[in-house]
Structures are given as structure tokens and as C-alpha cells.
């Protein structure tokens, strides 16, 4: 199954972009909890301060999660069938727009090659909520973004704790925000399964490291850009909470 430019929302500056989607297991997402190496060490020194393996990942990391959910994003605009679905895909859209403009603008500055696709278990959430129609496409939707965003929440706030990068400290401040806004207009959609979600944020099926890394560009292949969206005027800082799901 093939995904167009057209419904991507996005613009390719060089070479086509073809999304090879590999349905996969519900999420076991990026690996930042556990990471292997020594993501302490400083792989280079940047004008805004040493960067680390953790810093590297992070931003490459950041800029993975936009090539999914922003395309999943637009298919929740399109085929949502609630306003607060259709909100949320709004919201991952603008959101990751964001996020990827800021990817693309300090990845040069701190040498780091950003990829043009996501990971192949990330393209298989696409393909797994893309082969739902009607009420299970939104429950499947916003239940497997829950659960990737409930698991990127506490990375990014290790990262905005320990790193001595400005420019990675910064990405990881907007990161908070647009994720906290994300898991918020999710949980406004009312379909949020709590019970799984905490179990498989928790406790992920683990997968082989190819299968959640996302694969570098190829030589001379341009940047991949999230196309934005001012038109859907759109807000994604200081989101106002959901109610406590306690009494549902």
C-alpha cells in the first residue's frame, strides 16, 4: 500500500518518497527508555555546547515520529468521524509541522544527518489504523498514538534535564508542550482505553533494533519537508486538561 504525496501533506524537495508499511504488534516505541550504547558520550562540540549520543538520537527521534503522525495526523482530519477526532489530527498536524521545522533547522548546525523516512514499526501503525474504517479506525487511531506519546512524554523531559545543548534543550521544550497537547486533545476524544494504555506503555513487546530504528537518507537525497499549516489555526502549547478519567 502506497501513501500519496498528495495525502501526505508534504513536499519533497528531491526524489520520490515511497512509505513501505509493515503492520506490527501494538507499539514498543523508539527504544529511548533503554537505548544501547553510551548515549552520555559526546559525540561532538557544537557552538551551543557539547552534544551527546542522547542528544543526537533525541532530535533524530523527534523528526522520526513527524514522518508518521503527521500523515496519520491528516487521515484522522480526513476520516475521523467526530469533531474531536478531526481536532486531534489538526493538532498532530500543526504540532509536527513544528516540531519538524525546528528538527531542520539546528540538525545542521549540530551535524546531524536526519532521516526522510520513519521507522518501519512506525509505518506500520500507519498501515494498521489506514486498514480500519468507521468507529474502529478513531479507536485504534488515538489508543496507538496514546500510548507512542505516553512513552516519548518521560524521554523528553531526561533529555530537557540532562542535556548541556541549548538548541536539543530547546527542541526538547517544544517536544513537552506539543506532546502534552497531543495526549490532551487525544483524551478529549473520549476513546481512550486507560487500562491498555498503562499496560502497554509499561510494558512494551520488544522488537529488533532495525524494526524501530528509522532508516538514514540515501546520498544525495534532500530533506523531507512537513508541509505547515497556518490555514488550520491551530494552538498546540499550554493545552487545557482533560478530566480525570477516575470516575468513567
Not at 508499511?21 to 553510551?38: E, I, Q, R, W, Y
Not at 489506514?130 to 523531559?157: C, L, W, Y
Amino acid at each position: 500500500m502506497r501513501l500519496s504525496r498528495s495525502r501526505i501533506g508534504v513536499v519533497v524537495l528531491f526524489g520520490a518518497m515511497t512509505l513501505t508499511l509493515t503492520a506490527l504488534a501494538f507499539p514498543a516505541v523508539l527504544g529511548l527508555d533503554k537505548p544501547d550504547g553510551n548515549q552520555d558520550r559526546v559525540v561532538a562540540s557544537t557552538k551551543s555546547g557539547p552534544l551527546t549520543e542522547a542528544d543526537r538520537d533525541f532530535v533524530v527521534k523527534v523528526r522520526a515520529a513527524g514522518l508518521w503522525e503527521y500523515p496519520l495526523g491528516e487521515m484522522v482530519m480526513e476520516r475521523g468521524t467526530t469533531k474531536a477526532m478531526k481536532t486531534a489530527g489538526e493538532h498532530l498536524v500543526v504540532g509536527h509541522a513544528g516540531l519538524d521545522a525546528m528538527c531542520r533547522e539546528i540538525a545542521p548546525e549540530l551535524g546531524i544527518t536526519l532521516p526522510n523516512r520513519a521507522s518501519p514499526q512506525q509505518e506500520g501503525f500507519v498501515a494498521t489504523v489506514d486498514a480500519k474504517t468507521g468507529k474502529e479506525f478513531d479507536s485504534s487511531a488515538v489508543n496507538i498514538m496514546r500510548v507512542t506519546h505516553g512513552q516519548i512524554f518521560p524521554a523528553i523531559a531526561k533529555i530537557r534535564a540532562s542535556t548541556k545543548n541549548t538548541l536539543v534543550r530547546q527542541l526538547a521544550d517544544l517536544a513537552n508542550d506539543t506532546v502534552l497537547d497531543h495526549i490532551t486533545v487525544l483524551e478529549k476524544t473520549g476513546l481512550v482505553e486507560y487500562d491498555q494504555v498503562t499496560f502497554n506503555q509499561t510494558g512494551p513487546a520488544k522488537l529488533p533494533r532495525e524494526k524501530v530504528t528509522p532508516p538514514p537518507p540515501q546520498p544525495g537525497e534532500q530533506v523531507l519537508v512537513l508541509k505547515p499549516r497556518p490555514d488550520l489555526n491551530v494552538n498546540t502549547a499550554s493545552p487545557t486538561p482533560t478530566p480525570s478519567p477516575a470516575g468513567s
